[in-house]
């Protein structure tokens, strides 16, 4: 059971560049997360997909851009990355929505994205 | 901004007990608090969730009093290997899914 598999795991972009981050689940998980952690600090998040066919910014959503491609597959953008985006980005999922009961939710390994 | 506040950091020592406590004033009826795990280089992951009073796992406890604004989460005879950051949240809305910077735990020898 691989649970939730994000690729690539390390990139280094120059600035300007762009790239997509993927990030899949086979928990059949209605909601999927995408966080960013810079150094020493928690995890803030960047958008979300309720459920297929929604998305919804969080609290750091400027310079991305997200695609719930399917049920299984939520995709992160950056369309022009900066040396601010420099960090570890996290996609997780859940079974319902973070809002009220049972939002546990499972994180997967990490891309470690540079923008020079 | 994260709903609940912890401390910074806490240290100790193996074998002992060791309790972080976690504020969360404005929590809603039908939220739930969870508590993460998260070792360097790795996505945190779930170790207990509950809505009130006691709950108890292989791995913690969670003491939830009656108000509600507060959560203990307690490590039994902790080990190196527990050295961790810890995360509360209260995960109802949006905004509850942010994580604050947690609780960095060190367990010394």
């Known amino acids: 059971n691989a649970g939730v598999t994000q690729t690539p795991k390390f990139q280094v972009l120059k600035t300007g560049q762009s790239m997509t981050l993927q990030c899949a689940q086979d928990m059949n998980h209605n909601s999927m997360y995408w966080y960013r952690q810079d150094p020493g600090m928690g995890l803030r998040l960047i958008y979300y997909s309720a459920s297929e066919g929604t998305t919804d910014k969080g609290e750091v959503p400027n310079g991305y851009n997200v695609s719930r491609l399917n049920k299984r597959e939520f995709s992160l953008r950056l369309e022009s990355a900066a040396p601010s985006q420099t960090s570890v980005y996290f996609c997780?999922?859940?079974?319902?929505?973070?809002?009220?009961?049972?939002?546990?939710?499972?994180f997967g390994e990490g891309s470690r994205l540079t923008v020079l | 901004l994260a709903k609940t506040t912890q401390p910074i950091s806490m240290d100790s020592y193996e074998g002992q007990e060791v309790n972080i406590t976690c504020s969360h004033n404005?929590?809603?009826?039908?939220?739930?608090i969870t508590w993460y795990q998260q070792f360097p280089s790795q996505g945190p992951r779930f170790i207990i969730q509950?809505?009130?009073t006691k709950v108890t796992n292989e791995v913690a406890s969670l003491f939830i009093p009656a108000d509600r604004k507060s959560s203990t989460l307690s490590l039994p005879r902790v080990s190196l290997s527990d050295t961790a950051v810890y995360y509360c949240?209260?995960?109802?809305?949006?905004?509850?899914?942010?994580f604050g910077k947690g609780t960095h735990l060190i367990i010394q020898p």
């Open positions: 404005n929590i809603a009826t039908n939220d739930y």
């Open positions: 949240l209260q995960p109802g809305g949006a905004d509850g899914l942010t």
């Open positions: 997780a999922s859940s079974e319902v929505p973070g809002q009220g009961l049972s939002g546990e939710l499972f």
């Open positions: 509950g809505y009130k």
